[in-house]
């Protein structure tokens, strides 16, 4: 499958999550905020676009995941993104629930199956290893909408 009918598949995936503007979950935002206070800010920070901290410290390993639902993969500017991610993004692939949760679980082995290149990696080295912990990270982040 190659990169550009899997980012036509994910927008139209996204579209129904999206239709009331807020993001749909099946996560829990109390646990994913505890999540991401333990596994996520050594790297993250949620900064708004005055650039308040919401949440996390002001870490730059990672991009900040400010807006990340329904944002365009590598997407964030002045991020160095890997190659595989900015590839994807340039498709027009968005973060969704189920692109977010498959992500953070292996993001080397999601960005090989999306792009459909073995060769492919991701910068990310941590991974969930829960599935519901993944689902409870998205909806907490979800909370965080650009409006």
């Known amino acids: 499958m190659n990169k550009f009918t899997i980012a036509?598949?994910?927008?139209?995936?996204?579209?129904?999550?999206?239709?009331?503007?807020h993001a749909s979950?099946?996560?829990d935002a109390a646990a994913g905020e505890q999540q991401f206070k333990r596994q996520c800010v050594a790297c993250h920070v949620v900064a708004d676009a005055?650039?308040?901290v919401l949440a996390g410290r002001n870490a730059r390993t990672g991009p900040n995941l400010f807006g990340l639902a329904g944002r365009q993969l590598g997407a964030i500017e002045g991020y160095r993104y890997g190659d595989a991610i900015a590839?994807?993004?340039?498709?027009?692939?968005?973060?969704?629930e189920e692109s977010f949760v498959a992500y953070v679980q292996d993001?080397?082995?999601?960005?090989?199956?999306?792009l459909?290149?073995?060769?492919?990696?991701?910068?990310?080295?941590?991974?969930v290893r829960q599935e519901d912990q993944a689902y409870d990270l998205y909806a907490y982040l979800a909370t965080f909408a650009a409006e």
């Open 87 to 96: 590839d994807l993004g340039e498709t027009g692939a968005v973060w969704t």
């Open 25 to 27: 979950t099946q996560g």
């Open 50 to 52: 005055s650039g308040e």
């Open 107 to 114: 993001p080397t082995g999601w960005l090989r199956d999306a």
């Open 116 to 127: 459909d290149d073995r060769r492919a990696r991701g910068k990310m080295a941590y991974q």
């Open 8 to 21: 036509a598949a994910l927008a139209v995936l996204s579209a129904p999550a999206f239709a009331d503007g």
